[in-house]
């Protein structure tokens, strides 16, 4: 499995992104039950989604994008991942980084479940040598 980040979410979703047609292009291509969500990723992408100062004028209600997730999680290709008992440990190995909470939490859950991630941050490779990162539009 393949554990999502907030921006390959959004821009796979967001047409007005320049990386759109290459990344939803990606995900249109995963095999059922391949591209994970954990409720971090679930929450970053409700602010993104609902928050006019990232989508301007495409910037849904609150309502309309948990009903926008909701609908993309009924889609065989996705799957919710949860953390299991390795992802402290994991996370607790990267605490000593500024900055990068959220970077490290993923890399921690996907790690511990022998999940890939996919981002287009063009670091988390560098930032994560042991993790398998894949960039959906490169």
Known sequence: MT????????????PAHELHARTRKWIERAANDSLGLCRVVHLG?????????????DAMTRAEAWDFIAAVLTDARFAWVEENSGVNDWFASFAARPDLWTDDYLAAVAL?????????DTKVAARYPQLDVINPAG
């Open 3 to 14: 554990l999502l980040d907030v921006s390959t979410c959004l821009v796979g979703f967001w």
């Open 45 to 57: 992408w409700l602010h993104h989604l609902s928050n006019p100062a990232v989508l301007g004028e």
């Open 112 to 120: 511990a479940g022998g999940h890939s991630l996919a981002t287009l």
